[in-house]
């Protein structure tokens, strides 16, 4: 499985810096049902932390270039 991913590093490290807790970095890159999860796990205060904190490792696994896509290649290009 050392097939590299077709989505880029760059849209997935800003939507997810911008919006992050919504889930919509992982929409792009394929993972549509844990994006969904993110974005209803932001309508409650207590979710809304959680899914900050998730968001935060999904920024350092994309800033560290380990973030997979939803077919669990690998992004490695930034543009």
Known sequence: MNEK??????????LSTFLGPLGIHRMYVGKVG???VMLLLTL?????????????????????????DGDGRKITQWT
């Open 44 to 68: 409650s205060f207590v979710g809304l932390i959680v899914s900050a904190i998730w968001n935060f490792i999904d920024w350092l696994t994309i800033l560290c270039g380990a973030f997979r």
């Open 34 to 36: 844990t994006g969904i």
């Open 5 to 14: 991913s077709n989505k880029l590093i760059l849209p997935a490290f800003l």
